[in-house]
C-alpha cells in the first residue's frame, strides 16, 4: 500500500474504513436505512483516491477534481436522506476524513502563478472552511440539538436574508458610526503624536514603555465610564475604540519611525535634508510595515470595542444591543447571524488593510516571498 | 534603568494631567451643589470641592487609590465580613473578585496556550493543517469573538455549565491565538543549516523536534504567552458581564455602572490593569530564568 505514504495517505484510509462501516451498518439496518447515492459518491471517492498512485500531469488535477465532486454530492446526498443513525454517523466520519484528504491533495498540488496561483491557495482553506460548516449542519440536525442552544448554518442563513434591514441598521450604528469614526480618530491621533515623541529622545525613552504597559491592559474596561461621559449613542462607542487603538498603534508607529539605519539617515543629512523631507522620503517609508502591522491590529481592536461597549449601554440598535438582548429572548439564530455579519465585515476591514499594505509596503520582504 | 527617569516623568505628567482633568470635569455638579445652596465657590472652594465627591465624573487619583486600599486591606482586615473576622473573603473586597476573575484567567490562559502549542505543533507538521487550519485561524481573531461571550455564556448556563469553566472559555478563545502565531514563528525558527545536521545525525521527527525546534521556540513562546495572559485577563473580565454582575472584576464594572459609582468602576480597572502587570512581569521573570538556564540570555 504505498498510497499510505502519500501525504493524506491515513485519512484516505479512514475515509475507506469509514464507508465499509457504513456500509455494514447499512445491511445489518441497525436504527435506519441511509440513501444509496451518498454512498455511491463515497464509492466513487475511494475508488478515485486508490487510482490516484498511478496517474501524474493533468489527469492526476482532473481526478483531484473528480474526487471534490464526489465528496460534495455524499456531503449534500447525507443532508438531504434520513439522518441520526449509526450508518449515517459512519458515513459523516468517512466524509469529514475524505475531505481533510482533499486539502492534503490540494496542498501537494503543483503551484501555478499570477491569479490562478492566489485562487489555488484558496482551495484548502475554502474546502477546511466548508467542512467545519458542513460538520456543524449534520452535527445539529443529526443530533437534534435544540434551536436554543446551537441553531443550524442553513437556520442562521434563512435568519440572515429575512432580516436584511435590521442587520442593516446595528451595521451602519457599530461599525460605520461606532468602529470607524473612533478607528479613525484613534489612529489619526495616534500617528501624529508618535511624530511629536519622536523629536524628543526623553519622550520615547518615557512613553514607550508606559505605553507598551498600557497597551496590554484591558482597556476595555473603560467603556462604562465612557458611556457614563459621551452618553448612550455611538460617541461613548468611538470614545472607547479611541482609547483601545491609541497606544498600539503608538508603539508600533513610534517603532517604525525608529526603523532606519544610522548610515541612511547620515545620507539624509549628507543631502541637507530638512526633518520634513527626511521624514517624507526615508523614515515614513521605513516605518510603513510597522504602522500597517498597528493598523491590522487596532482594526479587529475596533469592532470588538465598539460592540462589547454597547452592552454597557446603547441605543436600542447595534450589533452588541442586539446580541446582548436577542440573547435574553433566546433567538440565538438572530445573535448568529449579528455575530456572521461582524466576522465578515471585520474580515473585509482586515483583508482591506492588508491589500493597501501590499500595495504600499512591496519592497518589504514579507510581501516579496508571496 | 537607563529609561526610569523618563518613564517616571511620564507617569507623573500622567497623573498631573489627570488632577488638571479632574476639576473641569466636576466643576458643573459641584457648582450646581453650591447654587442650591446658596453659597458662591471660590477657585481653591471649587477644587477641593471636585477632588472630593461621592459619585464624581472622574475620581482624582488619590480617591481610587483610597477606594483600592479600603477595598482591599481594610476591607479584610477589619472589616465585618472580611478574612480577619470571618476566616473567608469578604465579598465587597476587590481580593474576592479578583480572585474570581484571576481563576477563570488562569484556567483559560492554561487550555489556551495548550490549545495554541499542540495547533502550531500540527501545523509545522503537516502540510494539510499548515494550508487550511492557518488561514482560519487568522479569520477567527478578525471576528470579534467578545461578541460572543454573552452567548456562550448564557448557551452553556442553560445545558447547566455554569461558574468557571464559561469564563475559562472565553479566556481560551482569546489566548490561544497569540500563542499559535507565535510558535508557528518559533517552531520555523531553525534554519536549513541546523535541520541538515540534525539529518547528518539521523535525527528522528521527534528527537528533532525535542533537540532542536522545541528549545528553539522558546524566546517566541514567552513573548506570545506575554500576550495571551493579557487577552486571557480581557476574556474572563468581559465573560463576567452578562451573567448580571455576580462576582469578578467584570461584574464590579457593571455593578458601579448600574448605580453611578464611579469610584468603584476605577478601582476594579485599576485592580485589573495590576493584576495584569503582575501576571506578565511573573511570565517576563519565568522567561529570563528559562533562557538564563539556556543559555540564551542577552
Known amino acids: 500500500m504505498n498510497v499510505l505514504r ?20 447499512a445491511l445489518a439496518g441497525a436504527g435506519g436505512q441511509p440513501d444509496v447515492l451518498p454512498l455511491a459518491a463515497l464509492l466513487g471517492a475511494v475508488l478515485i483516491w486508490l487510482s490516484m498512485p498511478r496517474l501524474s500531469g493533468a489527469v492526476q488535477i482532473a481526478a483531484t477534481g473528480a474526487l471534490a465532486l464526489a465528496l460534495f454530492l455524499a456531503a449534500t446526498g447525507l443532508t438531504a436522506g434520513p439522518m441520526g443513525h449509526p450508518s449515517f454517523w459512519a458515513a459523516v466520519v468517512a466524509v469529514w476524513l475524505g ?20 485562487l489555488q491557495r484558496l482551495l484548502a482553506p475554502l474546502t477546511f472552511g466548508a467542512t467545519l460548516l458542513w460538520l456543524w449542519e449534520v452535527t445539529v440536525r443529526g443530533l437534534d440539538v435544540p434551536r436554543v442552544i446551537l441553531p443550524a448554518p442553513s437556520a442562521i442563513w434563512e435568519r440572515i436574508l429575512r432580516s436584511t434591514d435590521v442587520l442593516w ?16 480618530i484613534g489612529v489619526g491621533a495616534a500617528l501624529v503624536f508618535a511624530l511629536v515623541v519622536d523629536r524628543h529622545d526623553f519622550l520615547r525613552r518615557g512613553l514607550l514603555p508606559v505605553g507598551n504597559f498600557l497597551a496590554a491592559l484591558p482597556i476595555i474596561g473603560t467603556a462604562p465610564i465612557m458611556v457614563m461621559w459621551f452618553g448612550f449613542d455611538w460617541p461613548s462607542k468611538a470614545a472607547v475604540v479611541v482609547a483601545m487603538v491609541f497606544f498600539p498603534m503608538l508603539v508600533n508607529t513610534v517603532q517604525g519611525l525608529a526603523a532606519t539605519e544610522a548610515m541612511q539617515r547620515d545620507l539624509m543629512r549628507t543631502y541637507s535634508a530638512t526633518w520634513g523631507q527626511g521624514l517624507l522620503k526615508l523614515r515614513l517609508p521605513a516605518a510603513m510595515p510597522f504602522i500597517f502591522n498597528g493598523l491590522k491590529i487596532s482594526s479587529t481592536l475596533a469592532l470588538i470595542g465598539a460592540i462589547v461597549a454597547e452592552f454597557f449601554g446603547s441605543p436600542t440598535r447595534g450589533m452588541g ?13 438572530m445573535v448568529w447571524a449579528e455575530i456572521a455579519v461582524a466576522a465578515l465585515a471585520g474580515s473585509l476591514f482586515y483583508g482591506l488593510i492588508a491589500l493597501v499594505e501590499r500595495w504600499v509596503t512591496f519592497w518589504h520582504p514579507s510581501q516579496r516571498g508571496r | 534603568m537607563r ?19 479632574v476639576v473641569p470635569m466636576n466643576a458643573q455638579w459641584a457648582q450646581d451643589q453650591a447654587r442650591r445652596a446658596g453659597q458662591d465657590l471660590g477657585f481653591a472652594a471649587l477644587v477641593t470641592e471636585t477632588m472630593s465627591q461621592q459619585r464624581p465624573r472622574l475620581p482624582a487619583p488619590h480617591q481610587v487609590a483610597a477606594e483600592l486600599w479600603n477595598s482591599t486591606v481594610v476591607e479584610e482586615w477589619s472589616g465585618r465580613r472580611g478574612f480577619m473576622n470571618t476566616g473567608s473573603l469578604s465579598n465587597r473586597s476587590l481580593v474576592y473578585h479578583g480572585w474570581v476573575t484571576l481563576s477563570a484567567t488562569l484556567l483559560g490562559f492554561a487550555i489556551g496556550s495548550g490549545l495554541g502549542i499542540a495547533l502550531a505543533v500540527g501545523i509545522v507538521h503537516n502540510r494539510a493543517m499548515d494550508a487550511s487550519v492557518m488561514p482560519w485561524a487568522i479569520a477567527s481573531q478578525t471576528v470579534p469573538i467578545l461578541a460572543i461571550a454573552p452567548m456562550i455564556i448564557v448557551v452553556l448556563n442553560a445545558v447547566g455549565i455554569t461558574g468557571l469553566v464559561p469564563k475559562a472559555i472565553i479566556s481560551t478563545y482569546l489566548s490561544f491565538f497569540p500563542v499559535v502565531v ?5 517552531l520555523r525558527a531553525p534554519d536549513h543549516m541546523q535541520l541538515d545536521l540534525m539529518k547528518t545525525y539521523s535525527a528522528s521527527g521527534p528527537q528533532v523536534f525535542a533537540k532542536l525546534r522545541w528549545p528553539s521556540s ?10 495571551a ?17 455576580v462576582a469578578g472584576l467584570g461584574a464590579r464594572l457593571l455593578s458601579g455602572s448600574y448605580y453611578g459609582q464611579t469610584v468603584q468602576i476605577w478601582s476594579a480597572l485599576f485592580a485589573a490593569a495590576i493584576l495584569a502587570a503582575l501576571m506578565v512581569a511573573l511570565i517576563g521573570a519565568i522567561q529570563r530564568m528559562t533562557l538564563r538556564r539556556m543559555g540564551m540570555a542577552a
Do not use: C, H
Open chain 2, 182 to 186: 507565535g510558535m508557528v514563528k518559533g
Open chain 1, 6 to 25: 502519500d501525504s493524506g495517505g491515513v485519512q484516505g484510509l479512514g475515509m475507506v474504513l469509514g464507508l465499509l462501516a457504513a456500509v455494514a451498518l
Open chain 2, 229 to 245: 495572559i493579557a487577552a486571557a485577563l480581557v476574556g474572563a473580565i468581559v465573560a463576567e458581564l452578562p451573567t448580571g454582575a
Open chain 1, 321 to 333: 444591543f442586539r446580541i446582548s438582548t436577542e440573547v435574553g429572548r433566546l433567538q440565538l439564530d
Open chain 1, 99 to 118: 475531505a481533510w484528504l482533499l486539502v492534503a491533495l490540494f496542498a501537494d498540488l503543483p503551484r501555478s502563478s499570477g491569479l490562478m496561483g492566489s
Open chain 2, 3 to 21: 529609561n526610569l527617569g523618563p518613564v517616571l516623568t511620564v507617569i507623573a505628567a500622567l497623573i498631573a494631567l489627570w488632577y488638571l482633568a
Open chain 1, 169 to 184: 441598521v446595528d451595521f451602519v450604528q457599530t461599525f460605520v458610526k461606532g468602529a470607524l469614526s473612533g478607528y479613525a
Open chain 2, 218 to 227: 522558546m524566546p517566541y513562546l514567552f513573548a506570545s504567552l506575554k500576550v
